[in-house]
């Protein structure tokens, strides 16, 4: 096999904070959201961290942010957007492809 | 630009990094129905089970029927607790569909069966109905409502599992009638708290074996 055969990683999603950030928020349903604290007691990340891999996931389109208001309170929701889903998608099968092309390892 | 200096990941690494990072977010946010339904499968078994012991009904009943009832309520009540908190530690921080779905089918529980207890009680004021067919009646009115509503259960989540379970409950609501006093009891707990414990076993099998090895893809 050829090194031009060998799929491409997404670099977006190819980083290890910004992975489970994609693989916590696709675990959601579909249509669902979750808080800010909520995603970052999901992953353990500290909010700086975790704004700044979001904001780049953002700036790809594959998450979206909303901020809302609850009972007067500001609330941020994020979900992963259907091109956020697809990429992630076709980000495992590339995995898959490179582990079968290296032999499993 | 700080936090992009991580290593480099391998394919495999990747696949493990997804694969744990799933297992966590099932974990927490699909909160798998075993532990749930253990809870349940312990307070009918052991509280139906003592109710049916203190029947006088036997030579020498395991104690008064009154201290059964007790025992029966404070499970009861330790149970529904039990779901509300897990029902409100799964959705914590997540809007949308499910969250709502959720919500609803909890309240539909709370509803049901503040209904079918007003309804029971007036029944029970209303016609001259010996203690035998009052216990009947409560036994299959309940038995039938907690069916129905697992069968709803099913049908909402697409568990087939859940749905089964359902009709089960449901069964068991006809066959507690049939056998009559104490009989409905045994049925209630042998039959209604083994199947929530087989329920629980089976679903904390699949959360086992589907855990962290497979990628989700929901």
Redesign the interface.
């Known amino acids: 096999m050829t090194e031009a055969s060998l799929p491409e990683l997404d670099p977006v999603i190819h980083a290890q904070a910004r992975l489970r950030v994609t693989v916590a928020l696709a675990g959601l349903h579909h249509g669902d959201q979750i808080t800010f604290p909520r995603l970052q007691q999901l992953l353990d990340m500290t909010a700086g961290n975790l704004s700044t891999h979001l904001r780049k996931l953002e700036d790809a389109e594959y998450v979206e942010i909303t901020k809302a208001y609850e009972h007067r309170t500001p609330v941020t929701l994020v979900k992963l957007t259907a091109k956020g889903r697809a990429a992630f998608e076709s980000y495992t099968t590339a995995l898959h492809r490179l582990l079968d092309a290296t032999g499993g390892n | 630009m700080?936090?992009?200096e991580?290593?480099p990941?391998s394919?495999?690494e990747?696949?493990n990094?997804?694969a744990r990072?799933?297992e966590?977010?099932?974990r927490?946010?699909?909160a798998g129905p075993a532990r749930l339904l253990g809870v349940w499968a312990f307070t009918w078994l052991i509280g139906w089970g003592l109710v049916y012991l203190a029947d006088d009904s036997h030579a020498r009943p395991l104690m008064p029927g009154w201290t059964a009832g007790i025992v029966v309520a404070v499970l009861f009540v330790v149970a529904i607790a039990y779901s509300a908190y897990h029902g409100g530690r799964i959705s914590?921080?997540?809007?949308?569909?499910?969250?709502r779905t959720g919500a609803m089918y909890g309240w539909s529980w709370m509803i049901s069966f503040a209904a079918l207890t007003l309804i029971n009680l007036r029944v029970m004021k209303a016609g001259e109905l010996d203690p035998h067919t009052i216990s009947l009646l409560w036994s299959g009115t309940s038995l039938l409502l907690t069916g129905v509503l697992y069968l709803a259960g099913g049908m909402l989540w697409q568990d087939r599992l859940q749905y089964g379970f359902g009709a089960w409950i449901v069964v068991c609501g006809g066959a507690s009638v049939l056998v009559g006093v104490p009989g409905n009891f045994l049925v209630l707990s042998l039959a209604g708290g083994g199947g929530f414990l087989v329920a629980s076993l089976v679903y904390f099998v699949r959360e086992r074996r589907s855990g962290p090895t497979r990628?989700?893809d929901?």
């Open positions: 700080d936090d992009d991580e290593q990941m394919a495999a990747s696949l990094l997804i990072q799933n966590r977010t099932r927490e946010l699909g914590r921080g997540i809007r949308g569909p499910s969250r990628v989700a929901r």
